[in-house]
């Protein structure tokens, strides 16, 4: 085969290859901007590494995700991962998930809150929010046990403050009631 061919045939093999890589990104910027607050963290800076990953997962396997809302620590449960075998495939393949999750408390009620916004959350409505349950640890004890609660119309009228705190802030649900269940688009790297 001539030189010319090759490259030729090199080239088109990289440009396919390219494709494949970049399609995911393209499906994704074509349905428009996408701000989860599950790509904010607690502190300052977006989700990377193990955790983003994590992030993509989830969108794939909402039973687990609907799981852990419930209660995140049977991420940690032996009995649970024997019971999800892709769970412990991903968890053993990601191992320094378990420190991120670790120092990103908030992570899982930030996710819940995507699902719950009416729009798009910002990177400050979540800062402020998150100052917000910084005032208030016996709520944040039970959100970050149970994200889950976030759904439960009954839990946020139960509590007024979080009630009226959703009610005052543009973005967050106001009625406190579930949405239908939507699968997050894929987190982004800022």
């Avoid at 901007?33 to 590494?49: C, E, F, K, Q, S």
């Avoid at 993509?56 to 609907?66: G, K, R, W, Y």
């Avoid at 349950?133 to 839990?155: A, C």
Wanted: aromatic content about 6%; some cysteine; overall charge positive.
């Amino acid at each position: 085969m001539s030189s010319e061919r090759q490259v030729r045939r090199l080239l088109g093999t990289a440009v396919a290859l390219c494709s494949l890589v970049a399609l995911p990104a393209l499906a994704a910027a074509e349905n428009g901007p996408v701000v989860p607050p599950a790509a904010v963290a607690t502190g300052p800076g977006p989700v990377t590494g193990e955790l983003a990953h994590f992030g993509v997962f989830l969108d794939q396997h909402p039973f687990v995700e609907m799981r852990l809302r419930e209660n995140t620590a049977i991420l940690n449960n032996p009995a649970f991962l024997r019971n999800h075998p892709l769970v412990e495939q991903f968890l053993a393949r990601h191992p320094g998930l378990a420190a991120e999750v670790a120092a990103r408390p908030r992570w899982f009620v930030h996710r819940e809150l995507a699902r719950q916004a009416g729009a798009p959350l910002t990177r400050e409505q979540l800062t402020e929010f998150d100052r917000w349950l910084d005032q208030r640890p016996g709520l944040e004890k039970q959100l970050l046990q149970h994200p889950g609660l976030l759904r439960q119309p009954e839990f946020v009228h139960n509590h007024p403050e979080l009630h009226e705190y959703l009610k005052r802030h543009p973005g967050f649900d106001h009625s406190g009631e579930a949405k239908p269940e939507r699968p997050l688009k894929s987190e982004r790297r800022n």
